[in-house]
């Protein structure tokens, strides 16, 4: 089993429109980050995505994903989801609709923003979708995947992180209940939020990361959903502890 990080970037990716910071001009790949997402995939073939943002069609290219089991969704802010339409190739190569899950209040607002999608008479050609209600700490098995949704906090919002196996993938949080970081236990791997070097109002800054990354004490844990205000990667990777590492866009992670 595996999982592919297909983007590790915050919303407005890297580099930033009109930003001429070194972060954004430099050369290095790992510099340049699409909107964050993953994928899991498992010995058999297998894939699972998590989430769809505005990079989603560029991300499935780029991996080579040619089947889709589903899609797992955290939150419903727009870099997460936006990409819904582009499942429409696996709708047309796979004959079938594309199973989503989220949490059930996500769900709706997927169902409100895209309506054109659920009408009972789609327009020809529009992306098939089935939604799929799921519940924080409520095991579910796709193609025989164990998944544990797990709760954590975006401020005020409530998102959904993902135990898989030995891994877990967790973005957009400044807050893990306790009963969560219990469900994270004897980790092989954690992806977790890490923002930039400022406290902020909805997401984990650096040094906050690293705090729970220890706590939590995967064997190996990689950031995701960086700003181009955390620093070069190269710069920062250095700063962090033996077993704490910069994710970077296509990066596969194996236990």
Same mark, same amino acid.
């Not at 429409?88 to 609709?97: A, D, G, L, T, V």
């Not at 791997?189 to 909805?202: E, F, N, Q, R, W």
């Not at 984990?204 to 690293?210: G, V, W």
């Not at 866009?249 to 596969?252: E, L, N, V, Y």
């Given at each position: 089993?595996?999982? !592919?990080?297909?983007?590790?970037?915050?919303? !407005?990716g890297?580099?930033?429109?009109?930003?001429?910071c070194?972060?954004? !001009?430099?050369k290095d790949?790992r510099?340049?980050?699409?909107?964050?997402?993953a994928v899991?995939?498992?010995?058999?073939?297998h894939n699972i995505?998590?989430?769809?943002?505005?990079?989603?069609?560029?991300?499935m290219?780029?991996?080579?994903?040619?089947?889709l089991?589903g899609?797992?969704?955290?939150h419903t802010?727009?870099?997460?989801?936006?990409g819904?339409?582009?499942v429409?190739?696996?709708?047309?190569?796979?004959?079938?609709?594309?199973p989503?899950?989220g949490?059930?209040?996500?769900?709706?607002?997927i169902?409100?923003?895209?309506?054109?999608?659920?009408?009972?008479?789609?327009?020809?050609?529009?992306p098939?979708?089935?939604?799929?209600?799921i519940?924080?700490?409520?095991?579910l098995?796709?193609?025989?995947?164990?998944?544990?949704p797990?709760?954590?906090?975006?401020?005020?919002?409530?998102v959904?992180?993902?135990?898989?196996?030995n891994?877990?993938?967790?973005t957009?949080?400044?807050?893990?209940?306790?009963?969560?970081i219990?469900?994270?236990?004897?980790l092989d791997?954690?992806?977790?939020?890490?923002?930039?070097?400022?406290?902020?109002?909805?997401h984990?800054?650096?040094?906050?990361?690293?705090t729970?990354a220890?706590?939590i004490?995967?064997?190996?844990?990689?950031?995701i959903?960086?700003?181009?205000?955390?620093?070069?990667?190269?710069?920062?990777?250095?700063?962090?502890?033996?077993n704490i590492?910069?994710?970077f866009?296509?990066?596969?992670l194996?236990?």
């Open positions: 089993m595996k999982f !592919q990080l297909l983007g590790t970037g915050t919303s !407005q890297i580099p930033v429109i009109g930003c001429h070194e972060v954004c !001009q430099s790949y510099d340049k980050r699409l909107r964050t997402a899991f995939m498992d010995s058999y073939g995505a998590i989430d769809c943002g505005p990079d989603f069609r560029q991300q290219l780029r991996a080579r994903i040619n089947e089991e899609i797992l969704i955290t802010h727009n870099d997460h989801i936006v819904l339409d582009d429409r190739p696996f709708n047309f190569s796979m004959k079938r609709s594309i989503l899950y949490l059930e209040q996500h769900l709706e607002e169902r409100s923003r895209f309506t054109y999608v659920f009408e009972d008479n789609p327009y020809p050609g529009a098939k979708i089935d939604l799929i209600p519940s924080p700490y409520k095991p098995a796709i193609q025989g995947i164990q998944i544990l797990i709760l954590v906090w975006h401020g005020d919002l409530e959904l992180g993902f135990r898989i196996g891994y877990a993938y967790i957009d949080t400044n807050r893990i209940p306790e009963r969560s219990a469900e994270l236990r004897d791997i954690l992806i977790l939020d890490s923002l930039h070097h400022k406290k902020h109002h909805s984990f800054n650096f040094e906050q990361s690293i729970v220890q706590r004490g995967a064997r190996r844990t990689f950031l959903h960086i700003s181009h205000h955390m620093g070069l990667h190269q710069s920062i990777d250095r700063r962090c502890p033996e590492h910069l994710g866009d296509g990066m596969i194996e236990n």
